[in-house]
């Protein structure tokens, strides 16, 4: 193995180190029951759908909630 004639600095490790450090985009598909958009292979959280059955109730946008 070859010897160093110089050794890296730690700013250059971090940088190389961290230009991967990147976070993609979170992927999207429609709903085929609602239209809304949904992760793939999770369940719809708008209908409950997942594969053209209902897997679960839809989630209630006012559960638990008094305004009162």
Do not use: I
């Amino acid at each position: 193995m070859a010897n160093l004639k110089w050794k890296t600095p730690r700013s250059k490790t971090r940088s190389r180190r961290a230009a991967n450090w990147k976070l993609n985009p979170v992927t999207t598909v429609l709903c085929t029951q609602c239209r809304e958009a949904k992760r793939p292979h999770f369940a719809c959280s708008n209908c409950g759908y997942y594969d053209g059955r209902q897997v679960m109730e839809p989630k209630d946008e006012h559960a638990g909630h008094s305004h009162g």
